[in-house]
């Protein structure tokens, strides 16, 4: 995981805290983390990687494997038994049984040991060693029973012996590194000498057959090992995306708490500061107001009336940031409740001219309304729609220059819904400044240099707004050619005008036309 990753601060909290009963997940993670880590360990071991989880799944193997040794020490023996002194046979096969309960021994001990006692590389030694031991009584039998039959050939039930004990080390070895060479040399060495010592072609052909199989049986050992060991890695990289991946649920859940809570914490601020705020602000502006209009008096000081007018056009200003910060907070928590009804699109776009006119005669700049006719209503939320061209055109005129224009259009769209579009020939926006500008609180460097400078807040909350509506909301600028934003609403917030119905009992109707609307509930959806 990246440096980044590492000094983030909720996963630090999720290293630090302390799980809660139960959860398994987080148990799951830790022993993961433990578990991966000693393996890591144990590659920079004397013998390799992985010891710890070679040498376990060996023992388990002697466990399975090592109770057919003492079959095996037993049918040998019985074998022995006609060409062999009794005694000999007989303390033979207790040595050898001895050995083969010692390995068992061994292993059940090994397994019983804490993981972290497992680590001691001794216990590879200790296991060569018993190997060795138990492929030594071998050879001290195979030395013992005559190799040629009575005719002089070499005995069949010999070479089916040796390569029975052949087999059982590299079975029972396989996971050892040396571990087969160990086990089956001493016997193979023991038939081999016997046989260099009778010089016969057939002698030496067998005796160099038995050494290529030491050979051989190393090679099948590596092999083994080496499949072992790359499946263990493969289980750690496993593990590791395992442990990565609950750490990340884990660090994503943290987050989430923690979003949520200052989420929960904003929302009380705010609902506690609203009051706060607009009780002082609404008595500065309204004394303000009633000191401007000299209502219990005149003002002799021209530079005093200046100065309430100052006060009140920044407390309004600032009331109007409080109001849109709160309307921006409840949009993002999903608190803001759509109040529903039939209302004419081109209706609000003409109150919200109204509304602005004046200030645009002010500023000389001209507005152009484009609404097509007979447009029916659509399901939506009036005073919502109202401050989503409200908010469009004051952004429009901030930035025309006098003696611009700025063109309020209303009209069908395509697929059968309508859209609200408000063009000016302003200085435009940058189109690496676009995602900027649609953020919170992000303003653009035009609206940074100009006089006018706003809150940020004016085209999220329209976004916003637009958004929980169904709609789509675009906006298009270049540099020097002004800016064009269009807010679309969909065909199924656009009421269907439909014959009405004649009343039973009546000969005639109450009127020719009925809007139907299509009733649904919205839901806020967060910003991003």
């Known amino acids: 995981m990246s440096q980044q990753a590492t000094n983030n601060p909720d996963k630090t909290i999720v290293q630090r805290k302390v799980a809660h009963e139960g959860d398994k997940s987080r148990q799951a993670v830790r022993e993961l983390r433990a578990g991966l880590g000693q393996r890591t360990d144990e590659r ?28 095996l020490f037993c049918a040998a023996a019985y074998i022995a038994y006609m060409n062999v002194n ?3 046979v007989t303390t033979w096969l207790a040595i050898g049984i001895t050995l083969s309960v010692l390995n068992y021994m061994l292993s059940r001990k090994y397994l019983a040991m804490e993981p972290e006692q497992r680590a001691n590389s001794d216990w590879q030694v200790y296991f060569l060693g018993t190997h060795f031991l138990i492929g030594i009584t071998w050879a001290f039998m195979f030395a013992l029973i005559p190799i040629y039959n009575q005719i002089g050939g070499i005995s069949l039930v010999v070479i089916c012996g040796l390569l029975t ?47 290529l199989c030491i050979v051989l049986i190393d090679r099948l050992g590596a092999l083994m090992r080496g499949g072992h060991i790359s499946y263990l ?12 991946l609950e750490a990340s649920r884990s660090i994503s859940e943290e987050a989430r708490r923690r979003a949520e809570e200052a989420n929960l914490a904003k929302s009380r601020f705010l609902a506690t500061m609203s009051h706060e705020l607009r009780t002082p602000l609404n008595a500065i502006l309204g004394f303000s107001e009633v000191m401007t209009n000299e209502v219990m008096g005149p003002i002799n000081n021209a530079h005093y009336k200046e100065y309430l007018g100052d006060i009140h056009r920044s407390g309004a200003h600032l009331l109007k940031l409080i109001n ?49 006719p007979d ?12 401050q989503v ?14 003696g611009g224009t700025i063109w309020l259009k209303v009209g069908w769209t395509a697929g059968g819904g309508q859209y609200v579009s408000i063009r000016d020939t302003g200085p435009g926006i940058p189109a690496e400044e676009i995602p900027i500008v649609l953020s919170s609180f992000g303003q653009g460097s035009i609206a940074i240099k100009s006089a006018e400078q706003g809150t940020g807040l004016g085209l999220p909350i329209v976004q916003a707004l637009v958004h929980m509506h169904d709609g789509s909301f675009d906006l298009k600028s270049k540099l020097r050619e002004g800016t064009e934003v269009i807010a679309t609403f969909p065909k199924t917030r656009v009421m269907e005008v439909m014959p009405a119905m004649p009343v039973s009992g009546h000969n005639e109707t109450r009127g020719n036309r009925k809007f139907i609307p299509t009733r649904r509930k919205v839901q806020s959806p967060s910003m991003a």
């Not at 493969?234 to 442990?243: F, G, I, K, N, W």
């Not at 409840?330 to 409740?337: D, K, L, S, T, W």
């Not at 447009?375 to 109202?386: M, S, T």
């Not at 061209?389 to 006098?402: D, H, R």
Request: aromatic share 6%; proline share 4%; hydrophobic share 50%.
């Open 324 to 372: 849109e910060i709160l309307d921006l907070s409840r949009v993002e928590a999903g608190r803001y409740e759509l109040n529903e009804e039939a209302t004419n699109l081109a209706y609000a776009a003409e109150e919200s001219q109204q509304m602005i006119k004046l200030k645009a005669s002010e500023k000389n700049v001209n507005l152009v309304m484009q609404i097509q």
């Open 86 to 88: 009794h005694i000999i």
């Open 44 to 71: 920079n071991a004397v013998s390799g990687g992985f010891v710890t989880d070679v040498l376990t799944t060996h023992s388990k193997l002697q466990k399975i494997i090592g109770l057919f040794i003492p079959v």
């Open 389 to 402: 061209i409200l908010n469009l055109l004051s952004n429009a005129l901030k930035f025309t220059p006098p």
């Open 233 to 244: 890695k493969s289980r750690a990289e496993r593990d590791q995306l395992v442990m990565e």
């Open 165 to 211: 004990v052949i087999t059982f080390a590299l079975l029972c070895t396989r996971l050892l590194k040396f571990g087969p060479v160990i086990a089956a040399t001493p016997s193979v060495l023991a038939v081999s000498l016997t046989l260099l010592a009778r010089v016969q072609v057939t002698s030496i052909i067998m005796m160099v057959f038995l050494l």
């Open 375 to 386: 447009l029916p209503q659509i399901w939506a939320d009036a005073r919502a729609i109202r």
